[in-house]
């Protein structure tokens, strides 16, 4: 029987289009950079570049882009054998704008519907996910059938075993309304005139089967591990002050709540009583997109070498930081080596010149 994975990762993929200039807005891009994309596909990559055993469950379109995410995913070690081709729904991209330090809009491109909603529970190899080190999971993969009940299909077959880990990742816009709203992040997402719909045939409304907090609340009682900005904990529990959500995160049924803070740090409380609370690591930031991706990878990695709380934290921030400096997300993802630089107050590991952002030419300049 082969090994366990370390971290095996089940949710969004595509290919991410950067600006390689900051400060201009898209309508004025020349030049873009691609590149592997999509949450818990990243988390994975982070994991591998951090010496773990990887993989993601995810689906691609049966395109040139699905081709490239596969290429991307084996250069980086991530084992991509449960990432499969949908026929009829092409390959995400997402595009964004880069506005230091603070402001990065998203725009996603998931028409008719994304391939890794197309994920079913009868394809899982639900004995691979039972004796992973580490599964994760995402608020997203709840959004939408059949991907909602494969994903909690694999919670139920995990039984809390190991640890899961439930990254809340709220994005309202691949929501129904009323539960969701395109108008928060600049995006573009419609459900599929031949996807099974939940609405409720006498309304035209979303059932109570679409409802976030009830869905929400089912996969924190599967999970061991919640992690989640002030937002998402809001949406998961109905608290948004860090002490509250985290201990209303606990009562829901998760062993550690990783409550992320922004400019404040970070909050971990947990169920025996361990907290610990760290602040940012300063960083120039490049491009703040990715930088959640590199910390749930570096999580990972701290909890399955068992270090205490405070340290996985303190790891976790700084492999978050180093690629907000970046510009790239996946790529970006740093070996052990250079969060080890930066939590030693070394300077921060330079990126690949390749993927460095162009200077962005004083106005009247010639480009």
């Given at each position: 029987m082969p090994a366990p994975y370390d971290v095996?990762?089940?949710?969004?993929?595509?290919?991410?289009?950067?600006?390689?200039?900051?400060?201009?807005?898209?309508?004025?891009?020349?030049?873009?950079g691609k590149f592997l994309g999509g949450s818990a596909t990243n988390v994975a990559v982070a994991a591998a570049r951090l010496g773990r055993r990887a993989a993601v469950i995810t689906r691609?379109?049966?395109?040139?882009?699905?081709?490239?995410?596969?290429?991307?995913l084996r250069e980086f070690e991530v084992d991509d054998r449960w990432v499969t081709a949908v026929e009829r729904y092409p390959t995400p991209v997402t595009f964004c704008e880069i506005f230091p330090p603070d402001d990065f809009p998203l725009y996603f491109y998931r028409l008719p519907k994304a391939p890794d909603l197309e994920i079913h529970g009868h394809e899982?190899?639900?004995?691979?996910?039972?004796?992973a080190r580490i599964f994760w999971m995402t608020g997203t993969g709840l959004c939408a059938e059949p991907s909602r009940s494969a994903t909690l299909t694999a919670l139920e077959a995990?039984?809390?075993?190991?640890?899961?880990?439930?990254?809340?990742?709220?994005?309202?816009?691949?929501?129904?309304?009323?539960?969701?709203?395109?108008?928060?992040?600049?995006?573009?997402d419609a459900p599929s005139a031949d996807t099974p719909s939940t609405d409720d045939p006498s309304t035209g409304?979303?059932?109570?089967?679409?409802?976030?907090?009830?869905?929400?609340?089912?996969?924190?009682?599967?999970?061991?591990?919640?992690?989640?900005?002030?937002?998402?904990?809001?949406?998961?529990?109905?608290?948004?002050?860090?002490?509250?959500?985290?201990?209303?995160l606990l009562a829901a049924g998760v062993e550690l709540a990783v409550v992320k803070q922004g400019p404040k740090g970070v909050l971990a409380l947990h169920r025996d009583g361990t907290r610990?609370?760290?602040?940012?690591?300063?960083?120039?930031?490049?491009?703040?997109?990715?930088?959640?991706?590199?910390?749930?990878?570096?999580?990972c990695h701290g909890l399955l070498a068992g270090w205490d709380l405070e340290r996985v934290m303190r790891y976790a921030n700084a492999a978050g930081a180093i690629v907000a400096g970046r510009l790239a997300c996946s790529s970006a993802m740093p070996y052990d080596t250079e969060v080890g630089q930066?939590?030693?107050?070394?300077?921060?590991?330079?990126?690949?010149?390749?993927a460095s952002p162009a200077p962005v030419p004083p106005p009247g300049a010639v480009s």
């Open positions: 095996i990762t089940m949710g969004r993929i595509g290919v991410d289009l950067y600006p390689l200039r900051t400060g201009v807005p898209l309508a004025q891009v020349d030049a873009f691609t379109g049966r395109d040139a882009f699905g081709d490239y995410l596969h290429q991307a899982l190899d639900l004995d691979a996910i039972r004796s995990r039984g809390r075993s190991g640890i899961t880990v439930f990254d809340l990742d709220w994005r309202p816009m691949f929501w129904p309304t009323p539960y969701g709203t395109a108008t928060d992040t600049p995006a573009t409304s979303p059932s109570a089967a679409d409802d976030p907090r009830e869905l929400y609340a089912r996969a924190l009682r599967q999970a061991t591990v919640a992690v989640g900005n002030l937002d998402e904990c809001e949406v998961a529990v109905g608290e948004r002050e860090p002490e509250a959500a985290a201990r209303a610990a609370e760290v602040p940012p690591v300063p960083v120039e930031v490049v491009n703040g997109l990715g930088a959640g991706d590199a910390f749930g990878g570096a999580l930066v939590l030693a107050g070394g300077p921060f590991p330079a990126q690949d010149p390749a």
